[in-house]
């Protein structure tokens, strides 16, 4: 149902494009949230849009990850922009099937279909 790619090994400073490949149907209807999990510790939310284009950070990366969707593609796209060691984590993409355009929640429970996921590593 998703397919998360882009991950990658870059430096302190650098960017990333992170994409999420839907079904139609997912993306006309569901959430999309990005979530991330570093070792040895739980899954964080990361970002997250509304089907009706919503957009929502947490605060550890507001400002510096832009997510948006491509209705021509659906895809769900994560620009992650001056990366941080602590960025370096697995990151996956979900959906939530949450019946409002304009609501994407941050509690990864709250998500009905997980990709796999892929791995980002920054180093300084």
């Known amino acids: 149902q998703l397919q998360a790619s882009g991950g990658g090994l870059v430096q302190t400073g650098d960017s990333l494009r992170l994409s999420c490949a839907a079904s139609e149907r997912i993306f006309s209807t569901y959430a999309i949230g990005w979530f991330r999990q570093a070792p040895g510790k739980e899954r964080e939310f990361v970002a997250a849009i509304s089907w009706g284009g919503t957009t929502f950070y947490a605060d550890s990366v507001n400002g510096r990850f832009t997510i948006s969707g491509d209705n021509t593609k659906n895809t769900v796209t994560l620009q992650m922009n001056s990366l941080k060691p602590d960025d370096t984590a697995v990151y996956y993409c979900?959906?939530?099937?949450?019946?409002?355009?304009?609501?994407?929640?941050?509690?990864?429970?709250?998500?009905?279909?997980w990709g796999q996921g892929t791995v980002v590593t920054v180093f300084s």
């Open positions: 979900a959906a939530d099937l949450v019946g409002s355009p304009i609501v994407a929640r941050r509690v990864p429970a709250e998500y009905n279909y």
